[in-house]
């Protein structure tokens, strides 16, 4: 009943800037937290970025200043803005929303994953 589309991924240089969305399709009430993670080969997946319905946000130590989550309620999306990339930044990056899909039942869903692939 909820499907998770991301884009924006791809293949650039150190120093440069990528936008990824993330946009949520079903039936559904609301969206409650957006959230994105990162996982490179051999390691765990790890909390890049979140941002709640009153648009609090939180990040992780490695991207502060350099990262920013946003969300659209609107087009129920949520959007990754990193700038500055580091090869250290390369991984796949996974959205996860929480969303409400009956009454009082709350759901994880998970995107697909984009790669993002940052060169020296």
């Known amino acids: 009943q909820v499907q998770l589309v991301e884009s924006g991924g791809g293949l650039v240089q150190a120093g440069e800037s990528l936008r990824l969305s993330c946009a949520a399709s079903?039936?559904?009430?609301?969206?409650?937290?957006m959230g994105w993670y990162r996982q490179a080969p051999g390691r765990q997946r790890d909390l890049v970025a979140g941002?709640?319905?009153?648009?609090?946000?939180n990040y992780a130590d490695s991207v502060k200043g350099r990262f920013t989550i946003s969300r659209d309620n609107s087009k129920n999306t949520v959007y990754l803005q990193m700038n500055s990339l580091k090869p250290e930044d390369t991984a796949v990056y996974y959205c996860?929303?929480?969303?409400?899909?009956?009454?009082?039942?709350?759901?994880?869903?998970w995107g697909q994953g984009t790669q993002v692939t940052v060169s020296s």
């Open positions: 079903g039936r559904f009430f609301s969206i409650n937290t």
């Open positions: 941002i709640t319905r009153g648009g609090s946000t």
């Open positions: 996860n929303l929480r969303i409400r899909t009956g009454y009082s039942i709350d759901s994880d869903y």
